[in-house]
């Protein structure tokens, strides 16, 4: 693959602060879980999903869940970062049909806007709220797992009103450089991934070269259309088989029409077959394992 997994997650949240000194170069890749980043310092440049931000003090960065990304990050200045690493079940457990607690990521990945920034920092109640939860994780007191799940889910709260309600807290409109036509590819891939696609048939769509749109995907997003679409339906796969659906009705409703290629094809990617990972899944209560994860 030219993209990979990185990371696992035991615990339903996580939080770090990281600071690097060293040179970092991070190649494309994507997590299981959803990832929330408060830039503190630095020279970044991230990109998700072919989209580059130049970063800020007080950006916010959501990365939803099986999103390609990676930081381009200048060496000589060390980049310092909260990060909060979160299971997309336990946001949709923890949620009611009123309250999405995961609508930061939709509004993020649905408007192409995974970059905003925190305004009004001293008084700010995001950055409060992430500092109490900070503190919380090393807090050893009475009843500190119930009292940090607490601050976590306030903090959400806070994060999705700010969006939802365009307040003051946080500016979601944050400058990104992208190439339209790549984005626009992304986009009819993303809407037509379960049905016939190939690079010919895209090029004939968008009217460019074949040759010239392999480059032009390549050179925007780091990974080829053919590994992105595969990636992409495979990722679709393993939710689909998290959530009880049938091996074989999974292979078809992916996009795949042989069961022995979709079969070989997940086995390469996460190191299990279907049938192992559904078994993993059917005797254990969480498949994540933790590393610590320096993105």
Do not use: W
């Not at 970092?24 to 072919?50: C, P, Q, T």
């Not at 959400?156 to 365009?166: E, F, G, K, T, V």
């Not at 392999?214 to 992105?228: D, E, L, P, V, W």
């Amino acid at each position: 693959m030219e993209y990979e997994k990185k990371g696992y997650l035991t615990s339903y949240f996580k939080l770090f602060r990281l600071k690097d000194i060293a040179k970092l170069n991070v190649k494309a890749h994507y997590h299981e879980f959803d990832k929330i980043i408060l830039f503190l310092s630095g020279k970044v440049n991230y990109v998700i999903e072919a989209q580059s931000y130049q970063l800020f003090p007080y950006d916010i960065v959501f990365v939803p869940h099986n999103s390609v990304h990676y930081p381009v990050i200048d060496e000589h200045a060390p980049y310092e970062r909260l990060v909060i690493y979160i299971s997309p079940a336990f946001l949709e457990k923890e949620s009611d049909a009123e309250s999405n607690l995961a609508h930061c990521f939709f509004y993020a990945r649905q408007n192409h806007s995974y970059v905003m920034h925190l305004d009004n920092i001293e008084t700010n109640d995001i950055v409060l709220q992430m500092n109490k939860l900070e503190n919380s994780f090393t807090d050893g007191g009475f009843a500190n797992k119930i009292y940090t799940k607490l601050i976590f889910m306030e903090f959400m709260i806070l994060l999705n009103r700010a969006i939802i309600n365009d307040n003051c807290n946080i500016n979601t409109h944050h400058h990104v450089s992208y190439d339209e036509n790549v984005l626009a590819v992304l986009d009819y891939i993303n809407r037509n991934l379960f049905n016939e696609l190939n690079v010919e048939q895209i090029a004939k769509q968008f009217f460019v070269s074949k040759y010239y749109l392999m480059r032009r995907f390549k050179a925007k997003t780091g990974y080829s259309i053919h590994q992105y679409i595969l990636n992409k339906r495979l990722l679709a796969a393993k939710e689909y088989i998290k959530n009880g659906r049938a091996l074989t009705q999974v292979c078809f409703d992916c996009g795949f029409k042989d069961y022995s290629v979709f079969s070989r094809s997940f086995k390469a990617a996460f190191r299990q077959s279907p049938r192992e990972f559904k078994k993993s899944i059917a005797t254990t209560s969480n498949d994540y394992k933790e590393v610590r994860i320096n993105d």
